[in-house]
């Protein structure tokens, strides 16, 4: 996969770099290459993902029991 950002005469490097990250983020191209560093057997992403969601319920909790007070 190509990532080609063309720079119009006088336009900046730094604006060019900017459109660069945006495309790259926007593919999430540098989420993937992260995900495929190592291998994570299948039960443990289960795993994390079930870890994940349950520090994510107890932070809502916590939220709505200072909301309340």
Same mark, same amino acid.
């Given at each position: 996969?190509?990532?080609?950002?063309?720079?119009?005469?006088?336009q *900046? $490097?730094?604006k060019? =770099?900017?459109?660069? +990250? #945006? &495309?790259?983020?926007?593919? %999430?191209? @540098?989420?993937?290459? !992260?995900?495929?560093?190592?291998?994570?057997?299948? *039960? $443990?992403?289960?795993? =994390?993902?079930?870890? +994940? #969601? &349950?520090?994510?319920?107890? %932070?809502? @909790?916590?939220?709505? !029991?200072?909301?309340?007070?």
């Amino acid at each position: 996969m190509k990532l080609i950002t063309r720079i119009k005469e006088g336009q *900046s $490097i730094e604006k060019a =770099l900017k459109i660069y +990250k #945006k &495309k790259i983020t926007k593919l %999430n191209l @540098i989420k993937s290459l !992260k995900n495929k560093l190592y291998y994570l057997k299948p *039960s $443990i992403k289960k795993r =994390l993902i079930k870890n +994940k #969601k &349950k520090y994510l319920i107890k %932070n809502i @909790i916590n939220i709505k !029991k200072l909301n309340i007070n």
